[in-house]
């Protein structure tokens, strides 16, 4: 996790793809952004106009998909509502309505609506607090907290998000950052490096092991961890040239 002042939600960078877990892979809507006006608003209300559309005939997963879609295409405000309505209509404290709370979490959260992303993940968890969905629901709210300056509460939900999954990689990346923003820069080295064993290795997380071991007095070993994250870093920026001199 890098500085909060560097952040920009948006094009996060601190997690190569924060909310994996939630990727259901969706079919296309049919629709090239790049060729195309933005989707209308009014696609999801159209596809569920509550007065032509019962809640039996609604497909709650493939309102999920739409939602998914438009988050693809970076219509987060549609995203919210697709989410949003799928929540209504799935069934009552069901992994659906967990995931479509999250969801909507994070369209809120790409549109750095801290608020309303803090309580759609909090509806989520309060669905069920110890489900398959609820370590990223935990590890999202405490990344909403952060950025909407409630750094004590950010923690705590870190520290919950791993104790409902030790084997959640970002998790771990949190709850590192947190530590070391609040000097416990051992503890933070620990679960950096547990992220690190999980999986999760690039120039962010390289940066924030080099910044605790720096504050270990490990200087040789933060130069050593540095160099790899900028090494990381001018790889990551060719392949991007690259990728766009192809086109």
């Not at 209509?89 to 750095?112: C, F, I, M, R």
């Amino acid at each position: 996790m890098t500085d909060p002042e560097d952040h920009d939600f948006s094009e996060d960078d601190r997690f190569d793809d924060p909310y994996e877990a939630f990727d259901l892979d969706p079919p296309e809507l049919g629709v090239d952004p790049d060729k195309v006006d933005p989707v209308d608003s009014r696609v999801v209300t159209d596809l569920l106009d509550q007065q032509n559309v019962s809640d039996d005939a609604v497909d709650v997963a493939e309102l999920l998909e739409v939602g998914l879609n438009y988050m693809e295409i970076n219509r987060f405000e549609q995203a919210t509502d697709a989410f949003e309505r799928a929540a209504q209509y799935a069934p009552d404290d069901s992994k659906l309505e967990q995931e479509a709370w999250t969801n909507k979490g994070v369209a809120h959260a790409e549109l750095e609506e801290w608020d309303e992303a803090i309580g759609a993940y909090r509806e989520a968890i309060h669905i069920d607090d110890d489900s398959e969905h609820a370590a990223t629901a935990e590890t999202n709210l405490a990344y909403a907290l952060w950025e909407s300056g409630r750094s004590e509460q950010a923690l705590e939900h870190a520290e919950r998000a791993v104790e409902l999954d030790e084997r959640f990689a970002e998790a771990w990346f949190n709850r590192g950052f947190f530590l070391l923003e609040r000097g416990l820069a051992e503890d933070a080295l620990n679960s950096l490096e547990n992220a690190i064993r999980l999986g999760l290795r690039n120039s962010q997380i390289l940066d924030e092991k080099a910044r605790a071991l720096e504050e270990l007095g490990q200087y040789d070993d933060a130069e050593e961890i540095a160099e790899e994250a900028e090494q990381m870093r001018q790889q990551a920026e060719q392949e991007l040239i690259e990728s766009q001199q192809d086109r």
